[in-house]
């Protein structure tokens, strides 16, 4: 299902860097996210809901750019 929230995201198991585009144009990366945690929101049906039980609040972030809202 498509996300509300969310644009898209990616994750780079080396550094264990979830990078998330939310709809808005805001780019995150979100530092320390286990491969288990992306692999469920991957699954998840409602991306949306699930980065807001999972991710945010619980793993350091920074917004590494911004780019016209998706719409």
Known sequence: ??????????????????LIVFRSGRHYAYSGVP?????????????????????RGRFPFKEIGRAEPFG
């Open 1 to 18: 299902m498509p996300s509300t929230v969310i644009r898209s995201f990616d994750y780079d198991a080396a550094s264990q860097q979830l």
């Open 35 to 55: 491969p288990e945690v992306f692999a469920a929101m991957k699954r998840a049906f409602a991306k949306g809901e699930f980065f807001n039980s999972h991710i």
